[in-house]
C-alpha cells in the first residue's frame, strides 16, 4: 500500500478529554469482568407497538425504483447512496464494529430480553438470565479471549495468521472455519482483515520486542504485545471514533457532571444495558454501505452481503465465513483516511468508489443488503437487522467511557501514556496500519521494553 504519512484528524486533546471524563464520574473503578446483562430504564414500559407495523416499516422493498424500494430502504435509485455531509472515513464503520464485538457477544435467547419483566435493580440475574460471553471492557478479547486464537507455529508468543492462499486471511480448518476467538470477526471481508490488524500488530510488536528489548522483555514478550495492543485499540476508540459519533458538547457535560444514565448497579455489575445492545449500538447498521471497492486492482465495486444469484457467486460479493482469496486483499487508504487518500465525488455512483469511501448518513435508512438478511455466514443474526434497530443517542458514550473505566488497565489510568510506535497520546487507526504494513518506525524502542 505505502502510504507513509496520515491525513489530518483528530486533534490528541480529544484523549485527554476522555480522561477526563472518566475521572470525573460518579462510579468508582471496580474490575472488569463480563456476564451481565442490564437496563438502564426499568421502570419504563416496554414500547409495545403492533408487529404488523413493525414488518411493514422494515420490509425489503420489491424493486430497485424509488417506488419499489421499502420505508427503511435506501440505494442510488434515491439519487444518491447516503454518504455521510462529514465525509467520514468507511473504515470506522467496521471499526465500531469490532467495538461492539468487544462489549457484548450474547449467549442464545438474550435476543428475547425485552419480553422479561424487568429486573429489580436493573440486572438481569438467575436462571435463565441473559449473559453476556464478553468481558464488560475495551480489552479485545474478542480477539484473545473467548474460544481463544491459536498461537502462531513456531511461535508460541505471536498469534496464528494466514492460509498457504493468503498470508493476510484468518487461519482455517479444512472446511474453511475461521480458527478464531469470535466467529463474527469472518462475517465479511472487511471486519475480517481490520480485526486481522490488530492481530497482526500483535505480532508486529513480538518481533520488536524480539530484536530490541532484554532477556526479561523478550520472555515476557506475548503479554506485552497483548498490552500495547490493547492500550492501541483503547486510544484509537478515543480519539479516532467516539468523537465522530459524540457530539463534544454531551462529552462536556459527562466531563462536568458524571455518568447520568449509567450508574448504580448496572454499571457497577459491568451489566451490559439493553437501550445500548438494541438500540444505540445499532447505528453502525445504518452508516453501513451496501458496496465496496476493496483495492485497485478489484472491477468494482462488491457487495457487502448478495442481493441475487449472481451476485451469490463467490467472487461478487464479501461475505464472510471462507477464505479471502488474496485479491480481496483491502487497500486500506479506501478505508481511512492517509494523506494520500483520493476522495472521489460521493454525489457520483461510479466515482465515489473510486478512492477514500465514505460512510453513509446515521438515519431510518438502510443500504439494501442488510435489509436482506440473514444470508449464510457466521454469527449473522436470525431475522433481519432492522427489526432490532433503535434511535441513536449521544448518552451511548457513557457506556463506552464507563467500560474504559472499570478496567484498571485501561489506558485512561495511565497519566502522561505515550505510544512507543508513534511518540504520541493519541493514536489513530491509520497509525497502527502504517506500523503494520512497515511504514511507521517506532518512534521509542526504549519505551516499548519498558511497557
Not at 53 to 79: H, K, Q, W
Not at 221 to 245: E, G, M, N
Not at 308 to 325: K, M, Q, V, Y
Amino acid at each position: 500500500m505505502g502510504p507513509r504519512a496520515v491525513a489530518a484528524g483528530a486533534p490528541a486533546a480529544l484523549l485527554l478529554l476522555a480522561a477526563a471524563l472518566l475521572a470525573a464520574a460518579a462510579a468508582a473503578p471496580t474490575p472488569a469482568r463480563g456476564g451481565f446483562v442490564g437496563v438502564l430504564f426499568p421502570s419504563l414500559p416496554a414500547c409495545n407497538l403492533p408487529r404488523p407495523f413493525l414488518v411493514n416499516i422494515s420490509a425489503a422493498g420489491s424493486a430497485n425504483t424509488p417506488a419499489g424500494l421499502g420505508y427503511m430502504e435506501d440505494s442510488s435509485a434515491r439519487g444518491t447512496d447516503n454518504n455521510a455531509a462529514d465525509r467520514a472515513a468507511a473504515g470506522l464503520t467496521y471499526l465500531g464494529q469490532l467495538l461492539s464485538h468487544d462489549l457484548a457477544d450474547l449467549d442464545g435467547g438474550s435476543v428475547e430480553v425485552r419480553r422479561r419483566p424487568p429486573p429489580r435493580g436493573g440486572v438481569y440475574t438467575g436462571p435463565g438470565a441473559p449473559a453476556n460471553r464478553a468481558t464488560f471492557s475495551l480489552d479485545l478479547d474478542t480477539l484473545y479471549g473467548r474460544r481463544g486464537h491459536p498461537p502462531a507455529a513456531g511461535d508460541r508468543a505471536k498469534l496464528a495468521m494466514g492460509t498457504p492462499a493468503n498470508p493476510l486471511d484468518w487461519p482455517r480448518d479444512a472446511a474453511g472455519v475461521a480458527r478464531i476467538a469470535d466467529a463474527r470477526n469472518d462475517e465479511h471481508f472487511i471486519i475480517a482483515q481490520l480485526a486481522g490488524v490488530f492481530v497482526r500488530a500483535h505480532n508486529a510488536l513480538v518481533d520488536e520486542i524480539a530484536s530490541r528489548c532484554g532477556v526479561g522483555a523478550r520472555l515476557r514478550r506475548y503479554h506485552i504485545a497483548r498490552r500495547l495492543v490493547r492500550l492501541h485499540f483503547q486510544s484509537i476508540i478515543l480519539t479516532d471514533w467516539l468523537p465522530l459519533f459524540v457530539t463534544r458538547d454531551v462529552l462536556e457535560d459527562i466531563a462536568a457532571r458524571g455518568r447520568q444514565l449509567f450508574k448504580g448497579r448496572v454499571a457497577a455489575a459491568g451489566a451490559v444495558p439493553v437501550e445500548f445492545l438494541a438500540g444505540t449500538n445499532r447505528l453502525g447498521h445504518s452508516i453501513a454501505r451496501g458496496r465496496y471497492r476493496l483495492n485497485g486492482q478489484s472491477p468494482g465495486p462488491l457487495r457487502l452481503f448478495p442481493l441475487t444469484a449472481e451476485e451469490a457467486r463467490p467472487e461478487n460479493n464479501l461475505r464472510g465465513g471462507r477464505p479471502i482469496p488474496a485479491a480481496a486483499t483491502i487497500e486500506w487508504n479506501r478505508f481511512f483516511n492517509f494523506s494520500d487518500s483520493r476522495v472521489g465525488d460521493i454525489r457520483n455512483d461510479t466515482d465515489q468508489f473510486a478512492g477514500l469511501q465514505v460512510y453513509r448518513r446515521i438515519d431510518r435508512l438502510y443500504a439494501r443488503p442488510l435489509m436482506r438478511l440473514p444470508v449464510a455466514g457466521p454469527g449473522l443474526p436470525d431475522e433481519p437487522i432492522a427489526n432490532s434497530s433503535g434511535s441513536v443517542a449521544g448518552r451511548r458514550a457513557e457506556v463506552i467511557l464507563g467500560a474504559l473505566q472499570r478496567d484498571l488497565q485501561s489506558v485512561v489510568y495511565r497519566r502522561g501514556w505515550v505510544s512507543p510506535l508513534t511518540g504520541s497520546g493519541g493514536v489513530r487507526m491509520v497509525d497502527l496500519i502504517n506500523f503494520v504494513e512497515g511504514d511507521l518506525p517506532v518512534a521509542d524502542p526504549a519505551a516499548l521494553c519498558r511497557s
